[in-house]
């Protein structure tokens, strides 16, 4: 399963972007897709995830704010994170990674759960 992740960029405070994540390579679609996020010197947190159907892991912080969301294919799975009104402090280097065996009726957002990690893209809010 390879994963790979697109749209970060530079935007203003109270911008929006949409990032995408593509997983490919897998057998089959079934499996849990999330977005984390790393901060310089932070550790890296949860951001939104996503199981096979649709069932929504969203954390508490970024509610109101980010949206997850998926279609795909058996062997091509695209998951979304649409970020509004964001924040200075949204700033980081944003991931997706697919679980394979977890629960896909009852997604967990634990990055330990993970098993397979894109390279990231690079979101950056600032003036």
């Known amino acids: 399963l390879r994963i790979v992740e697109s749209g970060g960029a530079l935007v203003q405070p109270g911008g929006s972007l949409r990032l995408s994540c593509v997983a490919f390579?897998?057998?089959?679609?079934?499996?849990?897709v999330g977005w984390f996020r790393q901060a310089p010197g932070k550790e890296r947190e949860a951001v939104a995830c996503?199981?096979?159907?649709?069932?929504?892991?969203?954390i508490d912080a970024f509610k109101g704010r980010f949206t997850i969301s998926r279609n795909g294919t058996q062997n091509t799975v695209t998951v979304y994170l649409q970020m509004d009104s964001l924040r200075p402090e949204d700033t980081g280097l944003y991931h997706c990674?697919?679980?394979?065996?977890?629960?896909?009726?009852?997604?967990?957002?634990?990055?330990?759960?993970?098993?397979?990690w894109g390279q990231g893209t690079q979101v950056s809010v600032s003036t």
């Open positions: 390579g897998y057998p089959t679609d079934y499996y849990n």
């Open positions: 990674a697919a679980d394979v065996q977890g629960d896909v009726h009852n997604p967990t957002c634990r990055p330990n759960d993970y098993d397979y």
């Open positions: 996503i199981g096979y159907v649709g069932f929504v892991k969203q």
